[in-house]
């Protein structure tokens, strides 16, 4: 027996998500249709008002609603260092730890040969562009995921923007806080030693 096509559709829809199967679409859709109207109303308002109000800034390309965004816009953060990352999730990742005070670059994605990612695929000619107008900075920091991926993509901004004589740092990779050295695999336990720092 098939499903009514209203609920076929929103299996369908919810499937299109990252990490949804079958099994979680037909759970989330018969969920949906538990709710009460009023909720389903305003879960549909807020993906239709996060799909038209939010952006990417024309600076970071950071996630935001406002151009540029508010991080961007802030003089009181370190105009000298940029963290480049991967996604706008990870800018608010770091923001939360409330450690880093200055501005960011989003990337959009990482290399990946395997999935036809190349360099004008990802927000890297406007990091390029943006590291030539402004003079203020000093340092890029990478904070791209410890990846196959990740680390081609590092070593690929590092080798452009090292010869304008901006100083390149990458974060610290290596055993994670609480963890026993036994259990780690020998590339984490190749960055904890790489990355060690003088006490």
């Known amino acids: 027996m098939q499903y009514?096509?209203?609920?076929?559709?929103?299996?369908?829809?919810?499937?299109?998500l990252p990490g949804i199967g079958g099994k979680t679409a037909t759970r989330l859709a018969f969920y949906t249709i538990d709710m009460n109207g009023d909720d389903v109303t305003e879960f549909a308002k807020s993906l239709?008002?996060?799909?038209?109000?939010?952006?990417?800034?024309?600076?970071?390309?950071?996630?935001?609603?406002?151009?540029?965004?508010?991080?961007?816009?802030d003089k009181?953060?370190?105009?000298?260092?940029?963290?480049?990352?991967?996604?706008?999730?990870?800018?608010?990742?770091?923001?939360?730890?409330?450690?880093?005070?200055?501005?960011?670059?989003?990337?959009?994605?990482?290399?990946?040969?395997i999935d036809g990612k190349g360099p004008e695929d990802i927000?890297?000619?406007?990091?390029?562009?943006?590291?030539?107008?402004n003079e203020a900075i000093k340092e890029v920091i990478i904070a791209t995921n410890a990846t196959p991926e990740g680390e081609?993509?590092?070593?690929?901004?590092?080798?452009?923007?090292?010869?304008?004589?901006?100083?390149?740092?990458?974060?610290?990779?290596?055993l994670s806080v609480g963890s026993d050295i036994q259990y780690a695999d020998e590339m984490t336990l190749f960055k904890a030693v790489e990355g060690r720092q003088e006490m």
């Open 4 to 16: 009514p096509e209203p609920i076929a559709k929103l299996i369908d829809s919810y499937m299109k």
């Open 48 to 73: 239709i008002a996060a799909k038209r109000d939010l952006h990417f800034c024309s600076i970071c390309g950071n996630i935001t609603e406002d151009d540029p965004c508010v991080i961007c816009k």
């Open 76 to 113: 009181s953060r370190d105009q000298g260092t940029v963290l480049v990352v991967e996604e706008a999730k990870d800018v608010m990742a770091m923001e939360k730890i409330k450690e880093y005070n200055g501005l960011y670059h989003v990337l959009h994605g990482v290399l990946s040969p």
């Open 123 to 133: 927000n890297i000619a406007s990091l390029l562009k943006r590291l030539q107008q």
């Open 152 to 174: 081609a993509t590092a070593m690929y901004i590092s080798r452009l923007v090292k010869p304008a004589g901006i100083k390149v740092t990458r974060l610290a990779h290596g």
